[in-house]
């Protein structure tokens, strides 16, 4: 009896040294896991806005008012406003979106609803936000997890699965946690930009009392609820 | 510091040769029926791998229910279906511990491909194979009529299954 006891505690001692020898290499380096997510991106950015494309609106009054506000953003947070790739898209949604690669989609509805530029950068920061804490590709890597796991027990895989999640990318729906992390973020770069977050809770306010002259609230009713961000983003600014 | 890992090397790979060695002192002979089922139980496992790939829990049933089936076998064919299940009983909660950190790194955001889950998988990859290596040769030996009794195990089954 005591002899297997002390065979156990070998065999696990030698399981656990394996795995202890193992964990001293670098994976992530060799199998280069960081670069290959980047290259993914990029195709999954490239593909995903070749898709919309069509509809963008590269010049002109509106895009020039969003550009100078990621401009001012990115400027006092130290971010390459190059690496953003602002689109905008003639669409009467209320709706900004960030897309794989650094590609961030704002609709002309959500221009229109906003009632001055610091509702607009409010949206503007969040979304950038979003791109700086990785949230996309987050999203993204977790979606195609699901698509993984399902095709597995079903046996199913194919384009049913791939539309469906690239179309998850425009809703804008992503995980509660994630999306407070973002308001968090947001309301830092607005502060060291110079623009006072209240802008920004007032239109999540004004979105949460659902205006019907607002339109279509595509961007509101994916996230959650607005009148609660309103509020700890208020509580936040004020600190 | 550095260490001379030489000797550890040596007695790791002394422990690994014993965990397959022959034993030729099972109490009879067993006959040629005995020896295919003694033979199979380990082949359960190997059939279960390639059905079940990757539900960890598919081997462990197979070896399970082989082994409900052979209860009231002679004591030869007892002995080595125990022998199995045992083995696939720790395997099947190394693998579950993977299959559901895999799980989890899918699913959940606040979970990644890091440097420790990635030295879990290729550890899980290594015993999987080593496991597969010796069960492949047990059930070889078994199917000739020879004991095979591992490392642990052995002695394990010992104390589980009476004559």
């Given at each position: ?9 070998i ?12 964990s ?14 980047d ?22 009054k ?7 506000l990621?401009?001012a ?10 690496k ?7 669409d009467?949604e209320?709706?900004?979106?960030a897309?794989?690669d ?8 959500l ?23 990785s ?5 993204l890597?977790?979606?195609m997890g699901?698509?993984l796991?399902i095709?597995?027990?079903t046996?199913e ?10 179309g998850m990318?425009s809703?804008?729906?992503?995980d509660?946690?994630?999306e ?24 999540l ?13 595509s961007w ?8 609660e961000?309103a ?9 | 510091?550095?260490?001379?890992c030489?000797g550890?090397?040596?007695?790791v ?10 034993s ?10 005995e ?47 125990i022998q ?13 511990i993977g299959?559901w ?16 889950y990635l030295a879990?998988i290729?550890?899980?990859f290594?015993?999987n194979?080593?496991e597969?290596?010796i069960t492949i ?5 078994t199917?000739?009529?020879q ?6 195990y ?10």
């Amino acid at each position: 009896m005591k002899k297997t006891i002390l065979q156990a505690f070998i065999l696990l001692s030698m399981a656990a040294g394996i795995y202890l020898l193992i964990s001293r290499v670098d994976w992530m380096k060799l199998f280069r896991v960081e670069k290959m997510t980047d290259a993914l991106e990029q195709k999954l950015g490239d593909v995903v806005w070749a898709g919309m494309e069509e509809q963008a609106i590269e010049e002109g009054k509106e895009y020039d008012r969003v550009d100078s506000l990621v401009t001012a953003i990115c400027k006092s947070n130290g971010f390459e406003r190059k690496k953003i790739k602002l689109h905008i898209m003639g669409d009467s949604e209320v709706n900004a979106f960030a897309l794989p690669d650094r590609h961030m989609v704002v609709h002309t509805g959500l221009i229109n609803a906003v009632h001055n530029n610091d509702e607009l950068s409010g949206v503007l920061a969040h979304e950038i936000a979003h791109m700086e804490l990785s949230h996309v590709m987050k999203k993204l890597l977790k979606q195609m997890g699901y698509t993984l796991l399902i095709s597995i027990t079903t046996g199913e895989a194919g384009g049913g699965a791939i539309k469906e999640l690239l179309g998850m990318l425009s809703s804008t729906a992503y995980d509660r946690k994630l999306e407070k992390d973002a308001d968090i973020k947001a309301i830092e770069y607005l502060k060291k930009a110079g623009i006072s977050p209240n802008g920004f809770a007032d239109f999540l306010y004004r979105l949460g009392e659902k205006d019907g002259s607002l339109g279509s609230l595509s961007w509101i009713s994916t996230h959650p609820d607005s009148k609660e961000r309103a509020k700890y983003i208020r509580d936040e600014a004020g600190q | 510091m550095a260490i001379d890992c030489t000797g550890i090397v040596k007695l790791v790979l002394e422990h690994l040769q014993g965990s397959i060695k022959m034993s030729s002192t099972f109490i009879y002979h067993p006959t040629e029926s005995e020896a295919e089922k003694a033979s199979n139980s380990y082949l359960m496992s190997l059939i279960a791998i390639m059905v079940g790939f990757p539900l960890p829990i598919i081997n462990l049933m197979a070896t399970l229910f082989f082994y409900i089936a052979n209860r009231k076998s002679t004591y030869f064919v007892r002995w080595h279906c125990i022998q199995a299940l045992l083995s696939q009983l720790s395997l099947f909660v190394i693998n579950t511990i993977g299959f559901w950190w895999t799980v989890s790194v899918l699913v959940r955001e606040d979970e990644h491909v890091s440097n420790p889950y990635l030295a879990y998988i290729i550890t899980v990859f290594v015993v999987n194979i080593f496991e597969l290596a010796i069960t492949i040769s047990a059930a070889i030996k078994t199917r000739k009529g020879q004991h095979v009794s591992w490392w642990f195990y052995g002695p394990l089954t010992q104390m589980m299954c009476k004559p």
